[in-house]
């Protein structure tokens, strides 16, 4: 007798939340509480975020996470602190210093460099990074106290300003880049540049792919969320241990963003019903109408009120090639 197969558990919940993660917590612990929250059966995020940064932390449930490499590949914009005349192992106040000097440079020998660091530039990460070296991360050989090398590679960054200096010591810019760019290595860079050595002190992402300051909501508001939804225990439970569950997930639900949300830079394919349903048995649909792209490297397909696939527009036709089953 053929097994049946193990029912998920959690909720089929598909869409996003812009968690606004606050410090001292890391990616994959946000994710997990987010999870949680949801009782959602899958989830992930785009585009890590280091525990001592703050700010925008994508999160995916569902049918949304086949949408994660869409938002990871956007533009990024970061605001951060820089603090001058001392570097450290991490780039960032985690690690010991390692360089010091005395000389802090003033606005107008900083913003001189600003154009070195503007377009296709070549950066190497910091030791303390995510970046894979034979299979490893180079943070965890950096912390086992192994010499990390890691290889060059070419970023791209499309701004980078000075938006406040409160002090000698201090400078505030906002960087907006492509995937890949460390605005630790910027600042670790430009501390080596300028001849005083510099490091990260602060460090808020405010904008992913699509998806923008409006979107993001703090975790605590969240957990607020959750308790408007939670069930009423009685006196005997509440001595007994036991934990209010969330049985009323609108209030949650009301900050979780359709799929498609994530692709807003990709052409939309609007489909009727029928054209819906054939596209989600895997066929292609021919496209009517005057203005109906002939070719289409990357498109969408909406219909049934929700993201049907991903795919192509080629010879007039949308031809499916992730197909999106989930409902909701």
Known sequence: MARRGKKPKGRPINGWVVLDKPKGMGSTDAVGKLKWLYFAQKAGHAGTLDPLASGMLPIAFGDATKTVPFVMDGRKVYRFSVRWGAETTTDDTEGPVTKSSGDRPDREAIEALLPNYIGEITQVPPDFSAVKIAGERAYDLAREGEVVEIA?????????????????????????????????????????????FGHVVDLRRTSVGAFGEDDMVPLDELLEAADEGRETLDAEAIESGATARVVDFKPLDEYVIAPEAALADLYEVMLTDEQASRVLSGNPVILRGRDAPVFCEEAFATGHGRLIALGAIEEGAFKPKRVFGGKG
């Open 152 to 196: 060059p590679r070419t970023v791209e960054v499309l701004r980078l300003e000075i938006v406040d200096q409160p002090d000698a010591d201090t400078t505030v810019f906002e960087a907006e880049c492509g995937k890949g760019t460390y605005v630790r290595a910027i600042a670790r860079d430009l501390g080596r540049d300028l001849g005083c």
